[in-house]
């Protein structure tokens, strides 16, 4: 099959490679429908995270089960599925907490960007959508694999609720699906950060109610004024930048909350500031699998639309495209088609 293999910073590959294969009882093998690029997948890109050694890439998928290990019994070959980019059981403590992403039999779901990918643990991973869907519900079946899963959890994690307001920090494919949660859990406020014209066109469309373009320091003023100097009540943190993470303690109320999502790159938290703040932290990887049945539900009957975040559409051969389109802010997000 072809995949595609990150040989080093900036050196992406469309490469053959030896088709999966069922390994543990527990597995399924998927034909990709569609996959797609992360902000992630730019930090091995970009040098930030280490590469070693050619590695297969990619960890969103939709697709179709085209093989089943002994042990799987709720899915099925031919069934449409989608799952998290962390595998899970489903029924380990944490699991049944809504923490599947903190699994106690966790693994990591690499190599997407591929014609085929191997899932672990099928049945506590994969979710079948109600049938086999059409082209047109592609795009946003495949965010719930990751973008629109963390948005959403970004949004709970950070307490929204009806009648309250939102500052969504970042907007990239995460922030902007973070607006989205906001507006379906009830948010009467939302206030997106963007200073990129299309993508304040995309949070208007998903729901922000004002868009600021000012960052840091500036971009809390900003916020103190729309909220007559109180702060959010929840404040989505979709970047892992300091200034990011700054921005968002900054912008939440005594008693609000960030939900944060981003992975943190080089951010310290003074715990003197954090006391004195009065406001609540809870973030990490996010249990997308807890999300999904609801969110297949809410594709599936046209009332959220997340797939717009992909500003761009390549053949899976064409990968390395895709990361440099990204790198070089061209696309907010690239779908894959194999
Ligand atoms: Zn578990």
Redesign the pocket.
């Known amino acids: 099959m072809r995949a595609t293999v990150i040989h080093g910073p900036g050196d992406i590959r469309s490469e053959s490679v030896p088709d999966p294969q069922i390994i543990k009882p527990t597995d399924a093998i998927i034909s990709v429908a569609a996959t797609c690029v992360c902000g992630s997948d730019l930090w091995s890109y970009r040098r930030v995270n280490p590469v070693k050694e050619p590695t297969p890439i990619g960890h969103e998928y939709v697709g179709v089960v085209t093989d089943i290990g002994s042990e799987v019994g709720s899915i099925e070959p031919g069934h449409f599925v989608i799952g998290s980019f962390y595998a899970?059981?489903?029924?380990?403590?944490?699991?049944r907490h809504g923490y599947?992403s903190a699994?106690?039999?966790?693994e990591f779901v690499g190599g997407c960007q591929a014609e085929m990918v191997r899932v672990p643990l099928a049945d506590?991973t994969l979710v079948p959508t109600p049938g086999q869907p059409g082209p047109d519900l592609l795009p946003s079946l495949l965010t719930l694999s990751d973008v629109m899963g963390t948005g959403w959890y970004a949004a709970v994690a950070a307490g929204v609720r009806p009648g309250c307001t939102v500052a969504v920090v970042g907007d990239g494919a995460v922030g902007l699906c973070g607006i989205i949660a906001a507006r379906e859990l009830g948010a009467d406020r939302i206030i997106a950060m963007s200073r990129h014209e299309p993508r304040q066109r995309l949070a208007r469309e998903y729901g922000a109610t004002d868009v600021i373009i000012e960052r840091g320091d500036d971009g809390v003023d900003r916020v103190m004024d729309l909220t007559g100097g109180v702060g959010a009540d929840s404040v989505l943190e979709c970047v892992g930048t300091a200034e990011a993470m700054s921005q968002a303690l900054g912008s939440a109320r005594p008693g609000g909350t960030v939900g944060f999502v981003g992975v943190p790159h080089e951010v310290e938290i003074s715990g003197e500031a954090l006391f004195r703040s009065q406001v609540g932290l809870r973030g990490g990887p996010a249990p997308v699998r807890r999300f999904l049945p609801d969110l297949i539900d809410r594709v599936w009957d046209g009332r959220i639309d997340p797939g717009g975040v992909f500003d761009l559409t390549l053949p899976l051969d064409q990968a390395a495209e895709a990361y440099r389109a990204m790198d070089e802010r061209r696309a907010v997000k690239v779908l894959l088609r194999p």
């Open positions: 899970s059981d489903n029924s380990c403590p944490h699991c599947q699994c106690v039999h966790r506590g």
